[in-house]
């Protein structure tokens, strides 16, 4: 039976959500009977908000999943993973990673998984939080001694003249062999099993358009790239937009449980939580 309902969905206003959902947003895939009215705001903005059930489907950090998994439940789909690369440490000027944990640091936010990757790096640290856009011109203008970037910023930290400290994906593959797990999609619990279902089946449905509609997707998703080029969105979301986005299957929960447990470990959560992923 078709279901006939508008949802909240809330993401993330950077090219690689923007082209996953590019085709929920232009209505270029069946969804079942059920409307998605979306919602754009900054990952921390949407982690804090997922702390009120604001919305019925959201992005989320999966750091703040410790916090969040008795309101929402995550979605095989719609996850963004770093294979080798990931949130990234720069500064204003050269620096060693061991002195990372004597600087200040601009970060996106202490409920992203970005942050949470970099206290697991270097432990105790000062750091001030800014809006993950503004990270890059924080540091350059000297209010931090280094900034962790997420998103494009990734890419585009040199035109502000900054050096790289280290990549933290790198460092997570390295240390664990498996990609860094960043962030995934929620959908709030109390919703019954088939509209879940539907949701992921429209999700999935979505990001698959997007991969084999590249550059109607890309020409979307390049709005929200706050001035990228063709070329630098196109590499970009091919970072975060891949087969583990379709579904992280077993070697991105095993993952996203790993970063949660060593988190534990090093009591930065509250509680050891473990990794159920929906539909099941």
């Given amino acids: 039976m078709a279901m006939s309902t508008v949802l909240t969905l809330a993401h993330s206003p950077d090219a690689d959500d923007a082209f996953m959902f590019y085709a929920l947003a232009k209505e270029r895939v069946d969804t079942g009977g059920l409307r998605f009215q979306h919602v754009l705001a900054d990952i921390e903005t949407l982690n804090q908000s997922a702390l009120r059930s604001v919305y019925d489907v959201t992005a989320i950090s999966f750091h703040a999943y410790a916090y969040l998994h008795r309101n929402y439940a995550l979605l095989r789909c719609g996850s963004s993973f770093g294979e080798g690369y990931g949130p990234l440490l720069v500064a204003s000027q050269p620096m060693s990673p061991d002195q990372v944990a004597r600087a200040r640091v601009a970060i996106p936010g202490k409920m992203t998984s970005a942050y949470l990757l970099l206290r697991l790096f270097a432990g105790e640290l000062e750091t001030v939080t800014v809006s993950f856009d503004d990270i890059p011109e924080a540091v350059a203008r000297g209010q931090a001694e280094a900034g962790l970037l997420i998103h494009e910023g990734q890419l585009t930290f040199a035109d502000s003249g900054l050096h790289p400290v280290i990549d933290l994906g790198a460092w997570w593959q390295e240390q664990t062999g498996l990609p860094v797990p960043l962030g995934g999609l929620a959908v709030r619990r109390g919703l019954e099993a088939e509209?879940?279902?539907?949701?992921?089946?429209?999700?999935?449905?979505?990001?698959?358009?997007?991969?084999?509609?590249?550059?109607?997707?890309?020409?979307?998703?390049?709005?929200?790239?706050?001035?990228?080029?063709?070329?630098?969105?196109?590499?970009?979301?091919?970072?975060?937009?891949?087969?583990?986005?379709?579904?992280?299957?077993?070697?991105?929960?095993?993952?996203?449980?790993?970063?949660?447990?060593?988190?534990?470990?090093?009591?930065?959560?509250?509680?050891?939580?473990?990794?159920e992923l929906h539909p099941a």
């Fill in 195 to 275: 509209r879940v279902r539907a949701i992921a089946a429209a999700v999935e449905a979505s990001i698959r358009f997007a991969l084999d509609h590249r550059d109607d997707a890309l020409a979307y998703a390049l709005q929200f790239g706050r001035g990228m080029s063709t070329a630098l969105g196109d590499r970009f979301v091919g970072m975060y937009v891949n087969q583990l986005t379709l579904d992280c299957g077993a070697r991105g929960r095993k993952s996203i449980q790993l970063l949660l447990d060593r988190a534990f470990e090093a009591r930065l959560i509250p509680e050891r939580v473990a990794v």
